[in-house]
């Protein structure tokens, strides 16, 4: 009896891949830093019993139509926005994600950005590493404080909570607004529920942690910046399509907000020369929300649960599409 075919679309560790030769025969693209090619993963998927994918595989109808044997798909990452689930579903395709385990990670780099932002702290460093720190001066790289400010979250998941109990410790107000009223986190946080339009004009830093939808795509506009405080920072790290980009560079450049950190971006990686780049009100970051060793290597060992137990016809830990 043959073992099943797992197609790896990105290099990881040795002993990760280890573990899925013990139920499988497996290959893997062999690049840590470049996404396979579309006709390599076309031609994977067309063999493979189950792939382990990166966000920057699209996983379309195309794909799904070629992979005649697939039974399941496992995503590295919360967010599944490159997969179509609907047709994975019809297709009988099982399609899973690792939520929960990259929660903090994520919540750590978001108030990073918070940060980074209002502190200037990226110039800072880079002040000194350039030597152009000559001397101190009352307003010399002097930002934005950020205790007992207001904080706005827009998607109040579990990546938002663990934001707002973070902003509690520096003293912020907490807003947020979300699809649905989070009941207990209002009980549990002292978190307060608002409307888009008063959470975005009332808060000091707007965070930006809703999932990528037709609902949610480009909220973040011209209309959306013009509502903010021209105090205000944008935190974006959730997906780049929320944000209208050309919109948010109007906005920085005409002062009609103060800053931007970002972690995604509509095109990833962002082209050197994009205007959002050429400001020094923008803190941009390779989006490496969940990037810390310990928590990437938990993604992957969860991947490689649900898929062996998918495989072997069992529940898996998360799915998506039961």
Known sequence: MRKPYVYITRKLPEPIVDQFRLFSEVKMWNSENLPVPREVLLEEASKADALLTMLSDKVDQQLLSVGKNLKVIANLAVGFDNIDVIEATKRGVAVCNTPDILTDTTADLVFSLILMTARKLVEAVDCVKSGEWKSW???????????????????????????????????????????????????????????????????????????????????????????????????????????????????????????????????????????????????ALPHIGSASVETRLAMMKRCCQNIELILNGKQPLNVLNM
């Open 137 to 283: 001066s009352p307003l010399f790289m002097a930002g934005a404080d950020v205790h007992h400010k207001t904080i706005g979250i827009v998607g109040m998941g579990k990546i938002g909570e663990a934001v707002a109990k973070r902003a509690l410790g520096f003293d912020m107000k907490v807003l947020y607004h979300n699809r649905n009223r989070k009941v207990e986190a209002e009980q549990t946080l002292g978190v307060t529920y608002q409307s888009f339009n008063d959470l975005v004009s009332e808060s000091d830093f707007v965070v930006c942690l809703t999932p990528l939808t037709e609902e949610t795509k480009g909220m973040f506009n011209k209309e959306t910046f013009r509502k903010m405080k021209h105090a205000a920072f944008f935190i974006n790290a959730s997906r780049g399509a929320v944000a209208v980009e050309k919109d948010l560079v109007d906005a920085l450049k005409n002062g009609e907000i103060a800053g931007a950190g970002l972690d995604v971006f509509v095109k990833e990686p962002i082209d050197l020369d994009h205007p959002l780049l050429q400001l020094e009100n923008v803190v």
